[in-house]
């Protein structure tokens, strides 16, 4: 049985309380499958281990130099079924790709075969260590090659960076290669333009590296307003920075005009390519005229991701960057050995700005991402982003008759659809009805971004959702929305069936507890 619940937190029977089960209390707090699970410190002991250790004799002497702790710990131990168990349970309380549809716009959370994670776990990748004597890892830098290879082959660009370690970090990469390149040619530069629809990391990679960020407005049909960012173009200007298909689901049609009018202003072009699965094996990035663009391996290219990772952005570059890209890069000599090219090697590499890890990049990811593409092929990366963009048109043309879609006129979206809370009955808003999804078993949507939309929902099904999983999801989302619409007052409670209630959210993020401490009883 499990102990009593010391944390504040109210079971899942509160649910019970609200009128909503018929069934009996129950002693536990459990109902049937569905475990309560208390917090390890809750229900751990400092003196029970799960190791029978030897008794430590004080006086022989160790070889920790005096660094030795002398009072206890403080870290609870349990034995190893009670370690199981907690953990376990704790698991079935999570929400997860392989357990459901999870349509975070943005995200793209798809499915991760298996075979990938076959192979990244194969000894002679998941068992090296980044500073082995290169000739034993032939095998490890031809992966990382191989990939390099499909990735400048599928954007059209001459260079990549496959170090950076995500998106925002990539991000960060291509802008350190633009600043390296004004630098160079005499003056950093000032500004960073970005349109009003960005993903919130670029505006702060750009103030990371430095530069003022300036908005750029979007036209009605959610697009960048392409007379406005001219006009605004000038010698300060090092940099735009546009997402494409942007996060409106919208693939940015003039963006060949824009590259135009930037180059020929001086600046550079960067793409957050994080969208990339959307036109992948379609549409290659070079021939839009950008200079740099991060892609987001763990999105596009499956990958498993979440939590804050792993997760592996590389930068493919043009021609006038490529010689500010960060080291290493790897490389065959004439003999066919692979080897990395380093701070040392002066001769074989450019105006480097520096680099932006301690190794590589992220092994594990690279071997999963070109599993993907070989098990793909060229043609079934093509179908990807056909089948992504497909998933979501259903989507967006299965609910525009219910809930607000400002840019259903826009034409067809990509590989997201965008909704919006207008004529949402009462005071409810979009998070009631994200909270009501997750009690019809579904992870929410992207909710209030992109900004440009009040109350944004953002919904990404990904490729590989079939049309049976699509449709159920419509059908829950349909009935959520229509109880939005009509008002209906419960949902400011919802969820109700979650192991846990409405959070607060906001203390959370703002004044994180992250030690526990007895509570005051
Ligand atoms: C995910 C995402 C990023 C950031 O990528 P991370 O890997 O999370 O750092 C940037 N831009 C867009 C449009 C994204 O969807």
Known sequence: MNAPNKSGWKPAMEAAEDGLHNGPQTVTGNRALMLEEPLIFEIGKAEVTGVDLPKIDPAVPTRLAGLHRDDAIGLVGLTEPETVRHYTRL?????????????????TMKHNPRLNEKMARLPGFADIHPLAPQNSVQGALQVIDELATWLKTLTGMPAVAMSPK???????????????????????????????????TNPATAAFAGYRVEDIPATPEGRVNVAELKARLGPDVAAVMITNPNTCGLFEKDFREIADAVHEAGGYVYCDGANFNAIVGRVRPGDLGVDAMHINLHKTFSTPHGGGGPGSGPVVFSEALAPYAPLPFVKQDDAGEYYLVEEEHREERGPTF???????????????????????????????????????????????????????????????????????????????????????????????????????????????????????FIEAFRSVAQRALDGDQS?????????????????????PKLAWSEPEE
């Open 91 to 107: 698991s079935r309380q999570n929400y997860g790709i392989d357990l459901g549809f999870f349509p975070l716009g943005s995200c």
């Open 166 to 200: 995500a998106g925002a970090h990539g991000e960060l990469c291509g802008i350190l290669a633009i600043r390296a390149a004004h630098t160079a040619a005499g003056n950093p530069r000032e500004v960073v333009l970005v349109p009003e629809s960005a993903h919130g």
């Open 354 to 472: 520096g680099r932006m890890t301690a190794f590589h990049g992220q092994m594990g990811m690279f071997t999963r991402a070109l599993t993907y593409m070989l098990s793909h092929g060229a043609d079934g990366l093509k179908q990807v982003a056909e089948d992504a963009v497909l998933n979501a048109n259903y989507i967006l043309r299965s609910l525009e008759d219910l809930l607000h879609a400002p840019f259903a006129d826009s034409g067809p979206c990509m590989h997201e659809a965008l909704f919006g809370d207008k004529d949402f009955g009462g005071d409810l808003s979009t998070l009631d009805l994200a909270k009501a999804l997750i009690d019809e078993g579904y992870h929410p949507m992207t909710v209030y971004f992109p900004l440009v939309v009040h109350g944004a929902m953002l919904v990404e099904p990904t490729e590989t959702e079939s049309k049976a999983s699509i449709d159920q």
């Open 491 to 511: 949902m400011k409670q919802a969820p109700y069936y979650a192991p846990r209630r409405r959070l607060d959210e906001t203390a959370a993020a703002r004044k």
